[in-house]
């Protein structure tokens, strides 16, 4: 057994380049299980500079220097964003507020339609049952309002942090863009000179990041302007919230759409009822479903390594639980790095075995 991992250990870290990869590796990650908190700004500011270097780069092609591309590109950015902060966050806040002044009436109008279900299902459905379930729903809206108020204290508390987040981002993303290869050039001399693997793996892992940042952000979008537009033309209430909700629900592969699902149609009983309207509703959200993971994904993604869904949900899980929101976020990129580092790996030590045949 110890000869065999002897073995085994002198096939893969006897290449300095390997040695070099994992080190980088095993830094990478402590850095950010240490100190994932503080570089949240940071991490902010990759993403988004990974989002917007594409236009400034196809500024750059019509000629225009990266300093004009950067500027041009970094302020239509803050116009769209002040933008949206305007127009949308009013009214997330008003329909935010009505939903929870609501609820009480919603899990009303729930318990009168769950004491019809002993009637309509007789011997599958008691009333002992339907309390129990009435009984922890009223358990579970008094839990969320109470981590409601407790987000909104603490969310008062850190206002002068996110103050601070919204000075320090911008900054970093514009000097992030403006000065790209010398911030390159800068990281490529901490490296060691044994760095073929982390050259290879870089440069197949950056431009998946930079695809799959930006086809992220085209999916939010498409498809919760499409929700709303639905939603709106059957005249659903929340629409702007739930739309807001099922765009988001993208970044999380697979998991996300099965949680977006839940509000969705709780808002639509309650609204409609067990009635022709709801169904109409439900079909059509499912049908946006559809076509997002078979139509839309697949546009976005075709550049995207091609990995099994077992492999990222169970990425999800990994990461997400390593390093919560990025880690969900980046669940696929980082699932295709672990691919790409294997795969460099296993080819380095299999060409080391084949030149150390002869000898």
């Not at 059957?234 to 839940?262: D, E, H, K, N, Q």
């Not at 839309?296 to 990995?307: D, G, H, K, M, N």
Request: glycine share 6%; proline share 4%; charged share 10%.
């Amino acid at each position: 057994m110890w000869e065999y991992i002897q073995q085994w250990y002198r096939r893969k870290f006897s290449d300095p380049n390997a040695v070099t990869l994992f080190l980088l590796l095993v830094v990478t990650v402590l850095v950010i299980v240490l100190f994932g908190s503080l570089i949240v700004p940071l991490l902010i500011a990759i993403s988004l500079a990974y989002l917007l270097d594409w236009p400034v780069m196809r500024l750059m092609q019509l000629g225009l220097s990266r300093l004009t591309a950067t500027i041009i590109t970094f302020s239509l950015f803050l116009a769209v964003m002040l933008i949206g902060l305007l127009t949308l966050v009013p009214v997330i806040w008003q329909q935010s507020t009505t939903l929870i002044q609501e609820m009480p009436d919603m899990v009303t109008n729930l318990q009168i339609w769950l004491h019809k279900l002993p009637e309509m299902f007789p011997g599958i459905v008691d009333d002992h049952q339907i309390n129990e379930f009435t009984q922890e729903m009223k358990r579970r809206a008094v839990g969320l309002g109470e981590n409601l108020l407790t987000v909104s204290l603490t969310s008062i508390v850190n206002v002068m942090a996110m103050l601070v987040y919204l000075i320090i981002v911008p900054l970093l993303i514009f000097f992030m863009l403006k000065d790209r290869d010398i911030l390159i050039a800068h990281f490529s001399r901490l490296l060691p000179s044994n760095r073929q693997l982390i050259s290879q793996v870089g440069q197949e892992m950056n431009l998946q990041i930079m695809n799959y940042i930006r086809g992220k952000a085209i999916e939010v979008v498409v498809v919760a302007v499409v929700t709303f537009v639905t939603f709106s033309l059957f005249g659903l209430r929340y629409s702007a919230l739930l739309s807001i909700m099922v765009g988001l629900s993208v970044l999380i592969p697979y998991i996300g759409a099965a949680v977006a699902t839940i509000p969705v149609v709780l808002v639509a009983l309650f609204q409609f009822g067990p009635t022709a309207a709801f169904v109409w509703v439900t079909v059509a959200y499912l049908i946006i479903q559809a076509l997002d993971g078979n139509l839309l994904v697949p546009l976005l993604f075709s550049e995207a390594i091609s990995l099994n869904p077992v492999y990222i949900i169970a990425a999800v899980l990994i990461f997400g639980g390593i390093w919560g929101f990025w880690g969900v976020f980046f669940a696929i990129p980082l699932a295709s790095l672990v691919k790409a580092v294997l795969t460099a790996w296993d080819s380095n030590t299999g060409d080391n075995m084949v030149e150390e045949t002869p000898q």
